[in-house]
Nanobody
Framework: QGQLVESGGGLVQAGGSLRLSCVVSGSIIRINDMGWYRQAPGKQRELVAAITNGGSSNYADSVKGRFTISRDNAKTKVYLQMSSLKPEDTAVYYC?????????WGQGTQVTVSS
């Protein structure tokens, strides 16, 4: 059974940058889309960015122009480059891998943006 392992979170000042990484550890069969979600305290989990096997990506309006999602050719890693970070970007960020049968989730990585 495969797992998603995230890294790259941390504390950064407003205006700064962070790069999140997610690696598929083990085997997850038939991954289609991969993406990043986030959940702030007291709020629902929301989509930040997603990328298909074909390389098409979509973003939440709140991060367009600031965040970039990318994926390696082997489709076992996904990255989220975050720039011009704002305090409202503070949340736990989760990696997601979607198969025809199941959504796989990572354990989450905390991103805190100080003002």
């Amino acid at each position: 059974q495969g797992q998603l392992v995230e890294s790259g979170g941390g504390l950064v000042q407003a205006g700064g940058s962070l790069r999140l990484s997610c690696v598929v550890s083990g085997s997850i069969i038939r991954i289609n889309d991969m993406g990043w979600y986030r959940q702030a305290p007291g709020k629902q989990r929301e989509l930040v960015a997603a990328i298909t096997n074909g390389g098409s990506s979509n973003y939440a309006d709140s991060v367009k122009g600031r965040f970039t999602i990318s994926r390696d050719n082997a489709k076992t890693k996904v990255y989220l480059q975050m720039s011009s970070l704002k305090p409202e970007d503070t949340a736990v960020y989760y990696c997601n891998a979607r198969t025809p049968w199941y959504d796989h989730w990572g354990q989450g990585t905390q991103v805190t943006v100080s003002s």
